[in-house]
């Protein structure tokens, strides 16, 4: 048949992630807090500062349901404004802050959105959701100052086209920054991280969610991730340039980075 193997496990995967988020949607802060002891907070602000954002600045976060990202984003660039206003009260910063929020599952967007409204952020409108795939954006070639991707770009079903779409879309001098779940290196380490990630998630996943298939099937799209220095090889054949990554608690996140010339 047409259908080869590859193809038939892709499509399990792409159903397996749209059935695993729209089942975490409602309790997933609860449990990013709890897996990661509260560090996913930590990791999104290094994320953000290596952004760098600006006032007036296009940003696309993609697979940024929750708005995590995207409010950190936000909240950086109104600190430089206000402190630019304070230093030269008669400038004015009429260049317009846009920071898409997109994801594939209306469920996440949902969740963000309502989180927003929460803070609210309903109203800026710097902030703009879109439904979309991170493998085939809606967006115009060259339109982007940054691109993130947080916990997002390990669900995609082609990594590669992902990349290439990533360096589509940002525009000469464009930031590319991806914080993901990586590969812990460190010995002893590593075995105490295996232990937790095969026993205690799963665990956790049924206890608090009542859903330990979900949370088997993101401990083992962890381990399936390109290791780190073949990920920043995939970021490089992307196109882009000065490619770099930083580990954080020893690679159990890695934040990966480039730039378009
Ligand atoms: N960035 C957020 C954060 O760090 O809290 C959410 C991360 S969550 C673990 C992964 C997100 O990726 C989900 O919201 C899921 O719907 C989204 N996602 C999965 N595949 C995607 C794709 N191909 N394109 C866009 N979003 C996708």
Redesign the pocket.
């Known amino acids: 048949t047409s259908f080869g193997y590859k193809e038939v496990r892709e499509e399990e995967k792409s159903q397996m ?1 749209g059935n695993v ?1 729209t089942s975490v949607a409602s309790n ?1 802060d609860l449990m ?1 807090d709890l897996m990661s002891g509260g560090l ?1 907070r930590l990791w ?1 602000d290094r994320l953000v500062s290596k952004l760098n954002p600006f006032p007036g600045m296009k940003h696309l ?6 708005g ?2 995207a409010f950190r984003i936000l909240e950086s660039i109104n600190s430089v404004k206000r402190r630019a206003l304070q230093d030269s009260p008669e400038d004015n910063l009429l260049e317009e802050t846009q920071i898409f929020v ?4 209306p469920n ?1 967007l949902n969740v963000g959105k309502k989180r927003a409204q929460e803070r609210g952020l309903a109203e800026d409108r710097a902030l703009v959701w879109v439904e ?4 085939a954006l809606n967006f115009e070639d060259n339109s982007m100052d940054g691109y993130t991707i ?3 770009i390990r ?3 082609h990594i590669e086209k ?1 990349l290439a779409e990533a360096y589509r879309v940002l525009k000469r001098g464009g930031r590319f920054l991806c ?1 993901e779940l990586s590969h812990v290196e460190v010995p002893i380490f590593k075995e105490l991280y295996d232990l937790y990630s095969f026993s205690v998630i799963p665990a956790v996943g049924e206890q608090v969610a009542g859903d330990r298939e979900s949370y088997q099937y993101l401990v083992e799209s962890i381990r399936r991730f390109p290791p780190q220095e073949k990920f920043a090889a995939m970021i490089a054949d992307a196109g882009f340039q000065k490619v770099e990554y930083e580990n954080l608690v020893g690679g159990v996140v890695a934040i990966h980075s480039g730039l378009k010339f």
Do not use: P, S
């Open positions: 992630v988020f997933y990013n996913h999104k976060d993609v697979a940024g349901g929750t995590d990202v997109c994801d594939i599952n996440m979309g795939d991170a493998e947080a916990f997002g669900n995609v079903t992902a914080l």
